[in-house]
Structures are given as structure tokens and as C-alpha cells.
């Protein structure tokens, strides 16, 4: 099956740093997705994006798919943004492992 | 609109019982995913779920079995629990099956295993 890895495992920023995560894959795929999960466990939906570039405010997402990898930017980053974050592919959307952010004060 | 609901929000279980886990997808949605997630790890899937056949199935148990209704609803069932089935399970739904549709997901159960 397709092999999601994402890094780093651990992230620890400073109030209003920039961020990039990394989210690579084994095999081509039309379906990826980038959730932030908050402690209760619910999964958000932050992007859906196969391919491209796309923004949400602070933050935006980069797939290139040829290269197998997608980014996900948080510029300015607020305590709000603490909490792990997940991408996962088609391939019976398969996840990584997460990156765990914690945005200190 | 509603999002995906799940029911119950906990539930704590002895081994060897069985459970059932419920879930309501987002209005017009015909696709239901379920996953289970243990604590440190990614969810993992178990099964999908389109117009009431089942699409796929994850390195799952017997001992797992899901259903889907005609309203698109859906139950998952786990006989002879076992510890390892504390988790949190996550139901996801999508307008179709297949790539190229975006998943919802519900809040999750929280089962615990004693």
C-alpha cells in the first residue's frame, strides 16, 4: 500500500514564527488531504489538495504530485494552532503519523 | 447543515463484549468511512462504505462488520472485544467513493476496553 511519512514528528515555535510541514508519499494519488486534529480528537478539515496551491488565511498548502510530496505553511502562528496535524492520501485515504505543534506564549 | 454525527461519545466495555458504534453522514452524502485510531498513531482504515455495498476493508478482524443503511447512516459492530480495541473511532463521510472527494469527519467514539 502507499506509504505516508511526515516530518518533522515534533514542532515547537514561539507566538508568531512561520512553520513548513512536510508530507511525503510512496505513489502517485488523487486524493490528499491536510486535517489539524484538536485535543477532543475531532479531525478538521484545513485542505483537500491533489495537486496545487491553495490558501486559507495564515495558512496554505503546496502538492506537487510528479514529486510526490505536499507542504503545509503557517505563518504567524498562534497558540490555536497547537495540536497534531495530519495529511493522508486515497489508498483508502491513509494517514501519516502526524506532526505535533505546540505554539508557545 | 449538520456535520457527521456519531453516537455514543463514550463507551466503556468488558473484553469479550461487543459493541455497536453509529454514525450519520452530512446530508447528500452517500459514502461512509470508518477508522480507528490508537492513541500516538493516525487513524487507520477499517471500511467504506457506498450506497449500502461495501467499497473496502482495512487489515481488520473478523471480529469487525459494518453495515449502511438505506438513509446512508451506518453501524460499526465489534464482537469479543479485546483491550487492543480501546481507541477512538472516527466515521468519515464523502459524496462519492473512490479519489477525488474530499472526507468529512464526525467527532468519534472513545471506546475503552477494561
Known amino acids: 500500500g502507499i506509504q505516508v511519512e511526515q516530518s518533522p514528528p515534533d514542532l515547537i515555535l514561539q507566538e508568531g514564527a512561520n512553520s513548513t510541514l512536510r508530507c511525503n508519499f510512496s505513489?502517485?494519488?488523487?486524493?490528499l488531504q491536510w486535517f489539524h486534529q484538536n485535543p477532543w480528537g475531532q479531525l478538521i478539515n484545513l485542505f483537500y489538495i491533489p495537486s496545487g496551491t491553495k490558501q486559507n488565511g495564515r495558512l496554505s498548502a503546496t502538492t506537487v504530485a510528479t514529486e510526490r510530496y505536499s507542504l503545509l505553511y503557517i505563518s504567524s502562528s498562534q497558540t490555536t494552532d497547537s495540536g497534531v496535524y495530519f495529511c493522508a492520501v486515497w489508498g483508502k485515504l491513509t494517514f501519516g503519523k502526524g506532526i505535533t505543534l505546540s505554539v508557545r506564549p | 447543515d449538520a456535520g457527521v454525527t456519531q453516537s455514543p461519545t463514550h463507551l466503556i466495555k468488558t473484553r469479550g463484549q461487543q459493541v455497536t458504534l453509529r454514525c450519520s453522514p452530512i446530508s447528500g452524502h452517500k459514502s461512509v468511512s470508518w477508522y480507528q485510531q490508537v492513541l500516538g498513531q493516525g487513524p487507520q482504515f477499517i471500511f467504506q462504505?457506498?450506497?449500502?455495498?461495501?467499497?473496502g476493508r482495512g487489515n481488520f478482524p473478523d471480529r469487525f462488520s459494518a453495515r449502511q443503511f438505506p438513509n446512508y447512516s451506518s453501524e460499526l459492530n465489534v464482537n469479543a472485544l479485546l483491550l487492543g480495541d480501546s481507541a477512538l473511532y472516527l466515521c468519515?463521510?464523502?459524496?462519492?467513493?473512490?479519489?477525488?472527494?474530499?472526507?468529512?469527519f464526525g467527532p468519534g467514539t472513545r471506546l475503552t476496553v477494561l
Open positions: 505513489d502517485s494519488v488523487n486524493n
Open positions: 462504505y457506498y450506497e449500502k455495498e461495501e467499497r
Open positions: 468519515a463521510s464523502s459524496g462519492r467513493t473512490g479519489g477525488y472527494n474530499e472526507q468529512f
